[in-house]
Antibody
Framework: QLQLQESGPGLVKPSETLSLTCTVS??????????WDWIRQPPGKGLEWMGS???????YYNPSLKSRVTISIDTSKNQFSLKLSSVTAADTAVYFC???????????WGQGTLVTVSS | QSVLTQPPSVSAAPGQKVTISCSGS????????VSWYQQLPGTAPKLLIY???KRPSGIPDRFSGSKSGTSATLGITGLQTGDEADYHC???????????FGGGTKLTVL
């Protein structure tokens, strides 16, 4: 069974870069026709798609975050990663890694990790 | 302000039926598939409906989805207290070239 697990610091200082990694187990990250996502949810608020990556390395970013977001993939480790630069308190959220199919149906999710931006 | 519009909350009694709407535009719902997710408190969202009206294996047929024009609807029949959760609609927006979510709807089973 496919499992996704986020890892990374739970506390980041303002203006610094948030870095998270998602480790995929129970399946290959190089599977065709699936995309790997980062999605976040500020406390008490709705979900926001941040971006996606295909195993080939092609990336798609939310225009509202594009200047600050970088998603990369390491197929040898079955992992993909998120970097969000110049963070502020507004970036405090639970960050989920996930996988979606051709029609943007997100069928697999990590448990989520809370990242707090604070000095 | 979410691109897709959902009611903030809905409620109904156990055993009853409830519908949750998701309104968008021609650049998103009007030309793309919609999926729906259930998010229990403190957990990750779970796929309930994909491609407008299909259920993944293991999702009971009490849950249904439909789409008409630029709106989509999630229906839940035979409500149970365990259905209390937040429900989210999602689709792709061709103009934004981005995945877009509704703001989420909190279901209360009275």
């Amino acid at each position: 069974q496919l499992q996704l697990q986020e890892s990374g610091p739970g506390l980041v200082k303002p203006s610094e870069t948030l870095s998270l990694t998602c480790t995929v187990s129970g399946g290959s990250i190089t599977i065709n026709n699936y995309y790997w996502d980062w999605i976040r949810q500020p406390p008490g608020k709705g979900l926001e798609w941040m971006g996606s990556i295909y195993y080939s390395g092609s990336t798609y970013y939310n225009p509202s975050l594009k200047s600050r977001v970088t998603i990369s993939i390491d197929t040898s480790k079955n992992q993909f990663s998120l970097k969000l630069s110049s963070v502020t308190a507004a970036d405090t959220a639970v960050y989920f890694c996930a996988r979606h199919g051709h029609h943007f149906d997100v069928g697999a999710w990590g448990q989520g990790t809370l990242v707090t931006v604070s000095s | 302000q979410s691109v897709l519009t959902q009611p903030p909350s809905v409620s109904a009694a156990p055993g009853q039926k409830v519908t949750i709407s998701c309104s968008g535009s021609s650049s998103n719902i009007g030309n793309n598939y919609v999926s729906w997710y259930q998010q229990l408190p403190g957990t990750a969202p779970k796929l309930l409906i994909y491609e407008n009206n299909k259920r993944p294996s293991g999702i009971p047929d009490r849950f249904s989805g439909s789409k008409s024009g630029t709106s989509a609807t999630l229906g839940i029949t035979g409500l149970q207290t365990g259905d209390e959760a937040d429900y989210h609609c999602v689709t792709w927006d061709n103009s934004l070239s981005a995945g877009v979510f509704g703001g989420g709807t909190k279901l209360t089973v009275l």
